[in-house]
């Protein structure tokens, strides 16, 4: 079984500075629910959090299972994941792909996730609000576990180093 956190901190222009930065950098895996979902291909925690001056919170906690339908199949990523993320399951192994922002479609292999082996991708990107027009920067973590059903904890995600790690950490200035 495939077990998926996405964590997504958003934050704009007046908390981009150094001692803020440390502050998203902290944030790498989050706690698991106590009661383990139902056993099924993959388990999906995604988390929204958003950053101010003030505080660091966490203002949306989902959770669901996917069966095949959650791998990717080539052509357009229909996935629970990110456009960006392509998962393939092979035997008992998972490959993890990922495009980045200019060659979107076209997805590489970043690791081979084989069983009892947790994997990290994390990303950065830029957008702006509709309704205002003003900046925002999300910093999104992956978190990826293959193991079995039976090995859910609340803590699952808690190892400081994966066995894999990927960072595309564009430099996001306001020209681009």
């Known amino acids: 079984m495939l077990f998926v956190q996405e964590i997504t901190l958003r934050y704009e222009k007046d908390v981009r500075y150094a001692n803020y930065a440390n502050q998203r ?23 929204f959090m958003w950053q101010t001056p003030e505080k660091l919170a966490c203002y949306q906690n989902q959770v669901k299972a996917y069966g095949t339908e959650g791998f990717f199949g080539g052509g357009f990523n229909n996935t629970p994941f990110s456009g960006r993320i392509g998962v393939i399951k092979e035997e008992n192994n998972y490959r993890i792909q990922y495009c980045d922002k200019k060659n979107l479609g076209f997805y590489t292999t970043r690791f081979l996730l084989k069983p009892e082996e ?50 595309d950490m564009q430099y996001l200035r306001y020209c681009r």
């Open 118 to 167: 947790y994997g990290r991708m994390i990303f950065n990107e830029r957008g702006a609000h509709d309704y205002t027009g003003i900046w925002y920067y999300d910093l999104i973590t992956y978190n990826f576990i293959n193991t079995d059903y039976d090995q859910y904890r609340k803590n699952l995600f808690f190892r400081k180093v994966p066995d894999h790690e990927f960072k």
């Open 25 to 47: 950098k902290s944030v790498r895996f989050w706690e698991l629910p106590e009661s383990p979902p139902e056993e099924n291909e993959i388990f999906f925690q995604k988390i």
